[in-house]
């Protein structure tokens, strides 16, 4: 769907009308009945074909993981390598990110057993998503989407380097950060696939992160000079919808201390 105008800008910042495929409730059935499957490229993106567009093009935010699978297949059309192979060796390794790592298999060493809660029974998800060792499908699906895992001490490195540091030059990293904001009236904006929202320690930009079993939220405070993350192993709403305010608390303990004025 509007395939024929959207931009790879609408891309990143969720305004391209595609449909979020991670949603069809037909995904998750292949999912349960096929935990194995590995997934084609094309196949994913072949989930989004023939649906009929949310809305015109960069007229309106809606948050789609397909936004990302299709950058993904650019960044493969461009690289001539699979995406995980593309992210291992453009940034994971040159940036020393050692426990960083594509989540493509079941079985995933030192992956923390993660307690799904949201969706869990209308997705048919299990109560663990690891099940003698591997997990309850191959997450390898999630692709441009989410497709990595690692340590939270590797996401706030991650965060400062592609805000602060030599991934991007100064004018790009400025570029991200044009955003618009989710709706009239929010707070909240987003740019080229960063989050940027007002907190008490001044602006944050950053990205939150759900998959089954799990929650991330990770921020780059510029007025600090400081990045931070924070994981969960459940994605229980009662347990994470602070989980904003649990990073900026964190934050707060490290940020500097005016200077008494005495």
Known sequence: PNAETVTLRQLFTHRSGIPDHVRKSELWEVLRNDPDKVWPTEELISWALD????????TQYDYADTNFVLLGAVVEKLTGAGL????????????????TA?????????LVQGYPALL??????????????QFFMNP???HGGGGMYGTSADLARWTMLLHAGPVLDAAMRAERLHGVPLAEGSLEQYGLGVQIWPSTQGVAAGHGGWYPGYRTETAWFEDLGLA???MLNT??????????RLLVDGVALLAPQPADSR
């Open 120 to 133: 869990a029974s209308e997705w048919g998800l299990p109560e663990h998503t690891l099940q003698d060792g």
């Open 84 to 99: 995980f192979d593309a992210v291992r060796t453009r940034l994971v390794e040159p940036y020393h990110l050692r426990n």
């Open 51 to 58: 649906d009929a567009p949310l809305s015109a093009p960069g």
């Open 140 to 142: 390898q699906f999630e």
């Open 228 to 230: 931070a993350a924070v």
């Open 235 to 244: 994605d229980a709403p009662q347990q994470t919808r602070s989980l904003r």
């Open 102 to 110: 594509p989540s493509d298999r079941r079985r995933l060493p030192a």
